[in-house]
C-alpha cells in the first residue's frame, strides 16, 4: 500500500451531483430538525397555558360557590329584589298581625256596611211587624196590648 499523505492541499475528486444531494439532504435534515424543534415549543406553550387553564379553573370551582369571586350582575340584581321583597314580606307581616292589612281593611268596612243595613232591615221588620199585629187586634177586636216599640214575642 502506498503511504497517502492527505493534506489541505489533497484533493478528492467528487461528482458534483454527490456534492448537490449531500446540499440538499443536510438542508432538509436541518429543516425537518427545526420543524420538530417548533412542534416541540407549541406543545410544550399549549400544556403551560392548559395546565394555568385547570389551575384556574380549579380555584374557580372552589371559590366560586363560597362567593370569593365575586357575582354576576344577574346574581346581584336578583340579591336585591330578594332583599326587597323580603322588606315588604316583613311590612305586611307587620301589618296583618296588626289587624290593619289592606284585605282586612277592606273586609272591615263591607262588614261595617252590612250590619248597619242588617240594623236597619231589623228596625223596618220590626215595625212592620208590630204594625200587623196591631191591624190584627184592630180587626179582631182584640184587647191592643202592645205599643209601637214592643215586640210581639211569640208572634
Known amino acids: ?6 493534506s489541505e492541499d489533497t484533493v478528492i475528486a467528487t461528482p458534483l451531483r454527490n456534492i448537490i444531494s449531500i446540499i440538499a439532504a443536510v438542508a432538509v435534515g436541518t429543516w425537518a430538525y427545526f420543524g420538530v424543534i417548533e412542534r416541540l415549543n ?4 399549549n400544556i403551560t397555558l392548559m395546565q394555568n387553564d385547570v389551575v384556574e379553573n380549579t380555584n374557580f370551582r372552589i371559590k366560586w360557590p363560597r362567593g ?3 357575582s354576576l350582575p344577574a346574581d ?3 340579591f336585591m329584589l330578594i332583599e326587597h321583597l323580603a322588606g315588604e314580606l316583613e311590612k ?6 296588626g289587624g290593619q292589612a289592606p284585605f282586612d281593611q277592606q273586609q272591615k268596612l263591607q262588614i261595617e256596611f252590612m ?6 232591615l ?7 211587624q208590630n204594625s200587623i199585629m196591631d ?6 177586636n182584640v184587647p191592643n196590648i202592645s205599643n209601637k216599640e214592643s215586640s210581639h214575642a211569640g208572634h
Open 1 to 6: 500500500m502506498s503511504d497517502a499523505k492527505i
Open 42 to 45: 407549541q406543545i410544550e406553550t
Open 68 to 70: 370569593e369571586m365575586g
Open 76 to 78: 346581584s340584581e336578583q
Open 92 to 97: 305586611l307581616t307587620k301589618e296583618i298581625e
Open 115 to 120: 250590619m248597619e243595613r242588617i240594623k236597619g
Open 122 to 128: 231589623e228596625d223596618q221588620h220590626e215595625k212592620m
Open 135 to 140: 191591624l190584627i187586634h184592630q180587626l179582631g
